[in-house]
């Protein structure tokens, strides 16, 4: 059974590994999610999915003020547990974490090439606002996307 819980420092070497896997091209260094990490909670806010303890997927977000957008960090699903709704799951927790820090959208960038990612930030909502041409490397483009929030 697949379980979710705040992400904590201590995670940190488990998911600058998993980085490695899931985003070869542009991995985040354990530098950098000591960096993220020290916002947490006060901006910042990260959650890991587990499967029997062992982690198998993270996601975190941004909010630097009250009225500022929300900006999706990150979000990554070991292969072999996707479509599960983890991915689904995880920006739910993004956009309720959000929202409770009145941020009025969620803007994100995702790989051009991803065809999964995009189809779910499509169905959740996000619209594609621009291209980032580049971003995560030479030939690698970002569709930049975003979604207004309503606070229920």
């Given amino acids: 059974m697949i379980i979710y819980r705040e992400a904590t420092a201590l995670d940190i070497p488990v998911l600058t590994s998993m980085e490695k896997t899931l985003f070869p091209d ?3 260094s354990t530098a950098q999610f000591k960096e993220e990490f020290a916002g947490v909670p006060r901006t ?5 999915a587990l499967d029997s303890e062992k982690i198998i997927g993270y996601a975190g977000v941004m909010v630097i003020a009250p009225g500022v957008e929300a900006d999706i960090l990150t979000v990554g699903v070991l292969d072999s547990y996707r479509k599960q709704g983890i991915g689904r799951a995880f920006m739910d927790q993004l956009e309720r974490w959000s929202l409770q820090r009145q941020a009025p959208a969620m803007m ?15 169905s959740l909502g996000y619209s594609k606002i621009s291209t980032r041409k580049d971003y995560y490397g030479p030939l690698l483009d970002a569709f930049v996307m975003r979604k207004e929030l309503v606070s229920a």
């Fill in 26 to 28: 542009t991995p985040w």
């Fill in 44 to 48: 910042r806010y990260f959650c890991v």
């Fill in 108 to 122: 994100l960038e995702v790989d051009v090439e991803n065809i999964a990612a995009v189809a779910l930030y499509e």
